[in-house]
């Protein structure tokens, strides 16, 4: 399963000054100010509201449990889709899910998973606690999520075990209108009309669990895939291919060179935790301040990766066609004791609050190729939006930051240079504050702002070029220690507050930034 972490060899000149789109510097003045300065007489890209995005994989609860459990469930549900959740999920404004997987994906044969579902076959997910896969929720059952959520699908096609006629019939089956042996199954299993499937990955993690390909012998099998991914009338498919794990530019550099004229995207894996050891994590709830500091350097590390990613695009897509998708990215801790260790079931702090919105500004600043990002995952799994115990249902801190990051979605974003005290660590430091803004369609500014220090406020001076600050409000979250979470008996610990700790002066924006805590503002 894990981890192709090799580093290779960076073989491109870091050209990177070209490219910076936030510059951050650790030299706040003598006073100990933190100043960021917002250009916002720019004319930018939009933020891509997929950077906000979701990925439910068939792995431990996320599928079943955490959206579905079934019509006859004494959990209140439509068509077997467990409304509590779904309501949540509502308020973040989710723009698109992913599905299957994840290394779930290259085992999955979706024929068993339509029709009847009595008749479907069950399997074994042999990547997940080899558990019997029963196939209950398959293709009619995301997209009716989807419809409910109102969002995109982004499906993941089996190259690893599959074949190219089993992807090009599933393509055939969700989205041709016409008369054909697919789409007249689809039919005749309750849906008529077609769906839009939007994006659609050849293939997942095919250095590793996606069938341990070389990145030439996979740049090949892409092509071959992806011919038969077709854009039947009325449907555009986005087609995405394997990319890297972290700063593995080999595999990116031949994949590009060999296939960027086929692909219209491609993936970028970044997990984070506590240690440099796969076996040795660090667990979720219980760690001390170099815990908290070493997974901030590990998220802060993605901005390099994406800037050196970015220059080796700009190489074989001088036009800037092809998307760069982070479709899995946040913390991965050691299994929780007494829960099943395929089941990747953590819990969730405010130290992976202040990550996600690390990683979020991050993904912002780079949203001229970042054009989705996919946290792993929605529910039960992972750096969790959800968690679910039966009927009880909780919301984590992590889903508090997608909430209050959403005025980002589809907005203008907005340059800022920031220059900042260290926070300091033994003798390795970081900058203490991660900051991205974005103007959205009212003339509204957003700053979103993570104090990293988990000890020490941020005193911020926040200026603007091209606009005049009159009006300031915002929401924080935060908390009295570093590993404050929510669980089903106290499910509100960490939730977002009124932030009052700002003015305006001179145009300005003067604030202290709490420790280890997250802010928005809106600025009129
Ligand atoms: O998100 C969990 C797993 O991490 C995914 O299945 C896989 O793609 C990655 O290794």
Known sequence: MKKNLIIA???????????????VEINSDANGINKITIFADTNRETISPEIYGHFAEHLGRCVYEGFWVGPNSAIPNTRGIRNDVVDALKKLDVPVIRWPGGCFADEYHWKDGVGPVEQRPSMINTHWGMVTETNRFGTHEFMDLCEMLGCQAYISG????GTPEEMQDWVEYMTFAGKSQMADLRRANGREKPWKIKYFAVGNENWGCGGNMTPEYYADVFKRYATYVRNYPGNNVTKIACGPSSADYHWLEVVLKKAAGQMDAISLHHYVFGSSDWNNKGRATVFDETGWFTVLKKTLELDDILKKASILMDKYDKQGRIGLYVDEWGTWWDAEKGENPGFLYQQNTLRDAVVAGCFLNIFNQHCDRVRMANIAQINNVLQAMVLTKGEKMIVTPTYHVFEMFKVHQGARFLPCDINCTPYQNGSES???????ASKDKSGKIHISICNLNPESPAELACAFEGFQAKKVT?????AEVMNAHNTFEKPDVVRPVEFKG???EDS???????PKSVVVLEIE
Request: hydrophobic share 55%; net charge positive; no cysteine.
């Open 502 to 504: 700002m003015k305006t």
């Open 9 to 23: 060899a960076v073989s491109i000149t870091i050209l990177i000054a070209s490219t910076v789109l936030a510059a």
């Open 508 to 514: 300005k924006i003067l604030a202290t930034i709490p």
């Open 474 to 478: 915002g929401r924080i979250l935060t």
């Open 158 to 161: 089996n190259v690893g075990s």
């Open 430 to 436: 970081l900058p203490a504050i991660s900051a991205s």
